[in-house]
């Protein structure tokens, strides 16, 4: 009997800014993805450790509201353990994933984490699709009611996931390849199971 396919993590950040190298994340969310069907989600503000949470006209998170957030450090472990064995998917990537890998190499005790994603903004432009991610969801029919709050976006990414997978199926385009996550080292952040949610989220 064949092993089961692996299923998706997908994942979004809200940051400070742009810069992963100088910027700190505000907020992550992971949500699981199997056969189609969204089967888990987690989410958590952060303590970006500094005093600008910066735009909050655009990701409505302020100072106050990560009074109190667990820090990066504190939800490795737990991000780790919601990536591990699946197979992570972004929307623009490189943003997501550069953030998430400087994070992990400011903490300076686990080595590389080494992550990769399935990047469905090239997936959508391979398939004629807009590369925005709110006018991609409207063009497939997903609803993003609440943008750049990042269980919002990433469970709306999941949906269009699941959309894109099926019409490159069907038009025969190769999805890239991207294998599974683990952590490439054999000692890794322990869980703690600290979280803060942002106030409103369902």
């Known amino acids: 009997m064949p092993d089961a396919a692996p299923g998706y ?5 809200e940051t400070t800014g742009l810069d992963a190298k ?7 969310a992971v949500v699981h993805v199997d056969d189609g069907r969204i089967t888990g989600e987690w989410t958590t ?5 500094v005093a600008d949470v910066g735009p ?8 106050d509201d990560v009074a109190g957030a667990p820090t990066f450090g504190d939800v490795a472990g737990d991000l780790v353990g919601h990536l591990e064995g699946r197979i992570p998917v972004a929307h623009n990537a490189p943003f997501d994933v550069g953030f998430l890998n400087a994070e992990w ?11 990769d994603a399935l990047d469905t903004l090239g997936l959508a432009r391979a398939l004629g699709l807009p590369g925005r991610l709110g006018a991609l969801a409207e ?22 996931l699941v959309h ?5 199926g069907e038009a025969g385009i190769a999805v890239p390849p991207v294998p599974p996550y683990f952590l490439p080292t054999l000692l890794g952040p322990e869980s703690t199971g600290r979280t ?7």
Do not use: W, Y
């Open 164 to 168: 894109l997978l099926g019409r490159a």
């Open 105 to 115: 190499d400011a903490l300076q005790r686990f080595g590389p984490m080494g992550l």
């Open 139 to 160: 063009a497939l029919g997903v609803d993003l009611s609440h943008a750049h709050r990042a269980l919002d976006d990433t469970r709306a990414l999941a949906e269009v």
């Open 9 to 13: 993590a997908c994942l979004d950040v």
């Open 45 to 49: 503000l952060l303590d970006p450790g």
């Open 196 to 202: 803060k949610v942002r106030a409103g989220a369902a």
């Open 22 to 28: 100088n910027c700190r994340i505000l907020e992550i």
């Open 56 to 63: 909050t006209r655009i990701h409505g998170i302020t100072r």
